[in-house]
């Protein structure tokens, strides 16, 4: 999920309008689609990433509502809600959910205070149905980002809570799962993202942290220290690099508003306007074609080669789907 917007509606139905498919030129080769969501998921919640074609919220804690609902925006339902229960906890966080690519299950990552004061993590497995079948205590890791993979691999990003304030520690902060919730693979290093006041989390002043998955790609992007770090779906890595930060017309770098990478291989991130990373010059440079992505916006996620933007309303209800081909 995307951090730090923060939606408030009482509705709990969930509708969405499909604004029509807006064919582009062929030179620009790319489709878009409008969507603009008109009935929210109800309380306070936070705005979804693009999954496999459904938007998952979180919900803030202490709302009383479910801890995270799952839209599917072309059918225009509601198709989950998922409340976390844990036995031993007195006290229970949804921490991210992602979406298996048959989109019959989740995986969810959260905390809990225990019964004893103690703090878990876990990773869990549910279906869209809400009922828990996997459930595995991850302590003392905490992954504050999760992404399936095509391969159902599951990915997760965040630190070891015992050695997450030292920049200089050789711990693992990436995390390959089974589909099952076993343990596969730990990969990069604390050090390697030591600019970063806590990995996987978003920056005041530089936005947001950002996993993202495809066919053949698991990228990450760490706002503080700049770290673009792309590895293949079987854990390989294949390339980290620190391309330099768009600026604002005042020399002040942008700040990161999501990110995307196509089954193609194509990393897009939007600072302010949409950039692709060219990985002949580590740079990000503007994307001037297709014109659908030639725009100021945020990215939601992807999935294939599509991409969710917000609108050019300005409207935080109004996305923009573009399906590049």
Known sequence: MLYGIVMRSMVSAVSLVRMGLVPCQAEQKAERAEFRMKTLPGGQVRVPRYHYGWLPFLHWPGSGSPHFSVLDPVADRLVSQITIEVPEAKEVYGVDLAVFPDRRRFAVTATTKNLNDTRSSWLLIYTAEGQMTHREKITPIYSRHIAVAPDNTIWGWGYNVRTVEDRNSADPVLYRWSETGKLL???????????????????????????????????????????????????????????????????????????????????????????????????????????????????????GNQILLSGASGDRFHFRLVTLK
Not at 219 to 244: C, D, F, H, R
Not at 286 to 293: C, I, R
């Open 185 to 303: 693979q730990q990969l990069l290093k604390r050090k390697d993202f030591a600019e970063d006041d806590t990995p996987g989390e978003p920056d005041v002043k530089l936005g947001l942290s950002c996993m993202a998955v495809s066919r053949s790609r698991v990228v990450l992007y760490a706002p503080g220290s700049g770290v673009l770090a792309e590895l293949s779906n079987s854990g390989e890595v294949i390339g980290m690099y620190k391309p330099a930060r768009p600026l604002r017309n005042n020399g002040e770098p942008e700040s990161i508003g999501g990110m995307a990478v196509t089954d193609g291989g194509e990393i897009y991130a939007s600072f302010g306007t949409i950039h692709r990373f060219d990985r002949a010059s580590r740079a990000w440079t503007p994307v001037e074609q297709p014109e659908a992505l030639a725009v100021r916006s945020r990215i939601y996620g992807s999935a």
